[in-house]
């Protein structure tokens, strides 16, 4: 068992930049994959990005790629969304979720791939 804690949200103008955290407590993130996900005014929960835990390596949703990354501290039991060059389009609540054991990240892009769930944490941006 695993709780997430996302925070780091707010209103922003167009341009700007937030970064999300995403604490975790109850175990250690340790080997775990952990994604980004975000739910838009009237719109479905989509993907946004992956990190493998245990490593480096990000996968991301097109539209992010270049302007969000993802980063993580072991130590810390944290895993960090840094989004540069908002858009109005990112408005969203954004969730972090933990424990894909799908063998790539790429695969690790579904609601139903990951076993753990944050609350969310509000993003707005304004022009």
């Known amino acids: 068992q695993v709780q997430l804690v996302e925070s780091g949200g707010g209103l922003v103008q167009a341009g700007g930049s937030l970064r999300l955290s995403c604490a975790a407590s109850?175990?250690?993130?340790?080997?775990?994959?952990l994604g980004w996900f975000r739910r838009a005014p009237g719109k479905e929960r989509e993907f946004v990005g992956v990190?493998?835990?245990?490593?480096?390596?990000?996968y991301y949703l097109d539209s992010v790629r270049g302007r969000f990354i993802i980063s993580r501290d072991n130590a810390k039991n944290t895993v960090y969304l840094q989004m540069n060059s908002l858009k109005p389009e990112d408005t969203a609540v954004y969730y972090c979720?933990?424990?894909?054991?799908?063998?790539?990240?790429?695969?690790?892009?579904?609601?139903?791939?990951?076993?753990?769930w944050g609350q969310g944490t509000q993003v707005t941006v304004s022009s």
């Open positions: 109850g175990r250690t993130f340790t080997s775990y994959t």
């Open positions: 979720a933990a424990r894909c054991v799908r063998p790539t990240l790429s695969s690790c892009s579904k609601e139903s791939d990951f076993g753990s």
């Open positions: 990190i493998g835990w245990s490593g480096d390596s990000t």
